[in-house]
C-alpha cells in the first residue's frame, strides 16, 4: 500500500517490532519455550543480514 501511495518513499524495517511479530508466530508454531527461541534467534540472524523474504518464507 505504501509503494502504491507513496511510491517515492524509502520503507524501513523496524527490527524490533518485526521481532514482536516473530514471537507470536513462534509461540503458534512451537510449545517449547527453547524451541520458540531458537526458531526466533535464527529468523533475526537472517534478519540481519537482510535476507527479510527468507525470514517472511519462514513465518
Not at 2 to 15: C, K, R, S
Not at 22 to 47: S, Y
Amino acid at each position: 500500500m505504501a509503494a502504491l501511495l507513496f511510491p517515492n518513499a524509502i520503507q524501513i524495517l523496524d527490527f524490533f517490532h518485526f521481532s514482536e511479530y516473530l514471537w507470536n508466530v513462534a509461540r503458534q508454531a512451537f510449545e517449547d519455550e527453547q524451541k520458540q527461541k531458537g526458531w526466533v534467534d535464527t529468523q533475526q540472524g537472517i534478519l540481519k543480514q537482510l535476507q527479510w523474504h527468507s525470514v517472511i518464507q519462514a513465518a
